[in-house]
Each structure stands twice: as C-alpha cells, then as structure tokens.
C-alpha cells in the first residue's frame, strides 16, 4: 500500500478518506531535518501552512509522489523543486473561502468600532467609553485588492453591509466584476477612495510589498487596511511608520512575513490588531479543506 505522511493537524474526515487510500502516518512539529528523515519512506506526503516543504524535502523523498496542502495556496510548498522531480502538488483552493471572508468582515468590524481595544480595557477595570468613538460602515468605500474566490465572498457581503465596493484585479474581466456588482477601478484609485481596504491576492513576486510606502501615502488619514491574504503583500515596515505617524487611522493582519511574529513592532501599537493566522480556523473549514485535499491526494 502507498505510504502517506500527514505532518500538520488535519481533520478526521480527511483522515479516513487518506486510510482507504494508503497507510497514513500522522506527526507534528517536525523540523526540516526531523522531515528529511523520515520522508524517504512515504509516497505521499499532506501538510497545512505549519510546515514547509523545501527543495531538500523533496529532494530526500525518493518515493514521493503527490504533496497535498490543506487550505489554498500553496507557498510553503517549493512547487519548481517538485516539478523537476515529477512530483505532484495539490491543495483545497475552495474549502476555506467563507472562513476566510467572515474573518475578514470581523477584522473590519474590529477596526471600525475597536472591539479587541475596548474588550482589553474593560478587562483591566476601566470603563473608558469615550476612548473608543468609532466609525460605522454603512455607506463607507470598501477597495477589494483581488477579485478572487475570497476577495468576491467579502464583496458580496460588504453589499449586505450597505457599503460601496470597488476592486483592483488586473486579470478579471469587467464582465465578472459587474456579476458581484463591484466597480474595477486602478490600484492608485482605490487607495485614495476606500475608507477600509482588504487584500485577497495570494503571495507571487509580483504581488511582494504590493502596498508600500507610496501606496499607503495614497490613503485618506482615516482609512483603514486589512489584510487576511499573506505576510509580506503589505511592506510592515511602512505599514508600522505609516499607523505610528497617523498616516493611517488602523490595520488588522492575520497574517506576517514570519510566523509567529515575535516581538514585532506592530503589536505594540494601539491601532493595531492581530490574529494568529486563523482565517480558515472554523469547523466547517478544517473539515472541508482536509477531505478535499486527501480526495485529491489519493
């Protein structure tokens, strides 16, 4: 029987699908040499966003044939590495997207009326409500950076949510924008009309510090940004200069350059909230994710 190595969590549905298939071995927290050990041994190998599949990974698995990831995207995955091996690599580009979408509407709602802030507050003994005067969202400009499966999603509900939405996607078509009721406008004139922006592009070269300094300048001072795509769309450093100068009223990331953050600069600001990558952390999300990744790999 083919032999599958499953090295991140993953859901029992997914599992069992994986056990009809082949002999499933299931670890955790492996480090790179800890992985390039026990890899030769496995046909098959299913990861989620924990571990990385390097080109010494894959060099070392002799019998690997197919490396599934449980969510979308697949950048913790050296994809040319494995494509001059022969090696398939697959992942579950749809279980996750409602996830992802309602976290991003929590995070807009968060900045908007400074939930995390003010339930700290209350926590420590204060009852401070003149701190924490918000904004409402009805009739504000959401700029939607990536039209895609999530990015539609958060569209369709900023809709529900009485908002305006324009998008910036340089490969949909007006024709799919119009399906979502969403005005296809530059990058340049969605920074400067959105009073919140969130960002659903995956993590390509070309999408590396996508907003940057001169970018987040092109902001109203009262805008706010969110992202819950991937670390490293947004420059953190000028995000941090940007928020501690007033440039930007706030920011909510579920995502950074290097995860866990440590002690990162941006965790100290007030006008700052963070989440440890949990985007797709629902029930329904791990469940869908792990079974369409397994049927894939088997």
Not at 19 to 37: P, Q, Y
Not at 91 to 99: H, K
């Amino acid at each position: 029987m083919p032999r599958i190595l499953v090295a991140d969590p993953l859901a029992e549905d997914g599992l069992e699908r994986l056990r009809r298939a082949g002999e499933v071995t299931v670890v955790s927290k492996l480090k790179e040499a800890e992985l390039i050990e026990q890899i030769p041994d496995y046909d098959a190998l299913v990861v989620r966003s924990e571990t990385r599949v390097t080109a010494l990974v894959l060099e070392a698995g002799r019998k690997l044939r197919v490396v599934g990831r449980a969510g979308v995207g697949v950048d913790n995955i050296d994809v040319p590495a494995a494509t001059l091996k022969g090696i398939l690599v697959v992942n579950a580009p749809r279980g996750n997207i409602i996830a992802a979408a309602e976290h991003t509407i929590a995070l807009l709602f968060s900045l908007a009326r400074w939930v995390p802030q003010a339930d700290a507050s209350v926590k420590r003994g204060e009852w401070t409500r003149s701190k924490f005067i918000g904004t409402e969202i009805r009739g504000k400009t959401l700029g939607v950076i990536g039209l895609g499966n999530v990015g539609s999603e958060v569209a369709k509900r900023a809709h529900g949510l009485e908002m305006e939405v324009v998008a910036y996607d340089p490969v949909v078509s007006v024709e799919r924008a119009e399906l979502f009721n969403v005005e296809l406008v530059s990058l340049n004139e969605l920074l400067e009309r959105a009073d919140f922006v969130t960002v659903h592009v995956p993590l390509v070269d070309a999408n590396r510090n996508l907003i940057g300094a001169p970018e987040l300048a092109l902001m109203k001072p009262s805008a706010r940004l969110v992202n819950t795509a991937r670390g490293g769309i947004i420059d953190e450093a000028a995000l941090l200069d940007a928020l501690k100068s007033g440039r930007l009223a706030a920011a909510a990331s579920d995502v950074f350059v290097t995860e866990p953050p440590g002690d990162h600069p941006l965790l100290a600001l007030p006008n700052f909230v963070a989440t440890p990558h949990i985007g797709a952390s629902t029930v329904e999300a791990q469940v869908s994710v792990a079974f369409d990744v397994a049927e894939e790999v088997a």
